[in-house]
Nanobody, 124 residues
Framework: QVQLAESGGGLVQAGGSLRLSCEAS????????MGWFRQAPGQEREFVGA????????NYADSVKGRFTISRDNDKNMVSLHANSLKPEDTAAYYC?????????????????WGQGTQVTVSS
């Protein structure tokens, strides 16, 4: 079992940057693929990106490719989302999620463990 807690959200102007962090507690963090999702009001939860267990493989949604980067530090039980060149349409609650295994799944249903989310608001 792993527990997740996000931090780092906030209000930023368009073109700005934010770093979101997700700290995991529990055992065997390195056994989990980690994903980032986001959900805007009235919309479905959307895949942002994912990183493999040892961090050597990442996958991103087309909407954030080239602007967002995911990294992880297994020694610190931490995964980060570096969001650059932010746009108003990036405004959402951002969630980290854990999937036991090494599949970089795009579907939220594949992830068994979720954090509480952190709000990102991008002003135009």
């Amino acid at each position: 079992q792993v527990q997740l807690a996000e931090s780092g959200g906030g209000l930023v102007q368009a073109g700005g940057s934010l770093r979101l962090s997700c700290e995991a507690s529990g055992r065997a963090f390195s056994s989990y693929t980690m994903g980032w999702f986001r959900q805007a009001p009235g919309q479905e939860r959307e895949f942002v990106g994912a990183i493999s267990r040892n961090g050597d493989i990442t996958n991103y949604a087309d909407s954030v490719k080239g602007r967002f980067t995911i990294s992880r530090d297994n020694d610190k039980n931490m995964v980060s989302l570096h969001a650059n060149s932010l746009k108003p349409e990036d405004t959402a609650a951002y969630y980290c999620a854990a999937l036991l295994g090494n599949t970089l799944a795009l579907s939220a249903r594949a992830y068994a463990h979720w954090g509480q989310g952190t709000q990102v608001t991008v002003s135009s």
